[in-house]
């Protein structure tokens, strides 16, 4: 697992004008179960991720979900996911079940696959493809292609237990840096998807049925690709739920600020 400094500025938070010409819209929640039961998502690998998904769901029913952050402009980028510095309160996701199953964990992590995306090296392996629907947390990547350059930092609290093992009911926060890429790293880049426009993929969590998930994360963004001077660091409060009220729903946005730093 790597471990670094994920923020890419300590500057105090401002409030941002409701005039930028490009915005983190807030999160979304999508349901994406589908991408394991057929299709072409996982390309020469989606026949062992099915067989995978369809061995795992035998005795229990699962359901994937993945969080977002949305953008409405090409160029957006997404750094990382963590606490602000003078932002509160602290980063946190609470898991509930009304009852709780008795035949799988409420979260499900893969034993061997660690809180990243995994790898096609093992999603190529019938026996390892049912790394595919772990929980991990990430910056733009479900598939490591062996350029993954997500990292976690080096304090982050219980929350790294929710990717890393299988999770039952309670709240998982962090008072400190979590994961991120650095600037104008390619995986940071908002890309076509989601009702905003533009979306990063931040997290896949996979969970029993009837689980619910409340969280407040936050995080630093940038609007385009920075050039050499003085780049504007924004930075976001959000809220979303697993599942999302309805179907899938972008959800309010809890917090907007915006921080500047001199490169």
Known sequence: ???????????????????ASAAFVGLS???STGL???????????ANVTAAWNTFTQNANYTVYRLYADFDTAGDQLFNIGIVP?????????VSHANPPVTGPVVYNDPDNGVLAP????LADPVTARRAFDSFATIGMDVDNGANQTAWGPVFG???????????????????DTWGVGVNDPQSFAVPGGSAGYRVLIAQFTVAD?????????????????????PEIFTFTASFFVPAP??????????????????
């Open 29 to 31: 929640v999508e349901n």
């Open 1 to 19: 697992m790597r471990s670094t400094s994920v923020f890419v500025s300590a500057a105090a938070a401002a409030c941002v004008s409701a005039g």
């Open 86 to 94: 003078g932002m509160t309160p602290p980063l946190e996701i609470q």
């Open 119 to 122: 790898t096609e090296a093992a």
């Open 36 to 46: 394991f039961t057929g299709g072409n998502h996982f390309g020469p690998n989606q």
């Open 246 to 263: 309805g179907s899938v729903a972008l959800l309010a946005l809890a917090g907007l600020t915006v921080a500047r730093r001199r490169r």
């Open 210 to 230: 009837g689980t619910v998930l409340a969280g407040q994360l936050s995080g630093q963004w940038g609007a385009g690709t920075f050039v050499a001077g003085e």
């Open 158 to 176: 219980n929350i790294h237990g929710l990717f890393d093992v299988n999770s039952g009911v309670g709240v998982y926060s962090a008072d400190q």
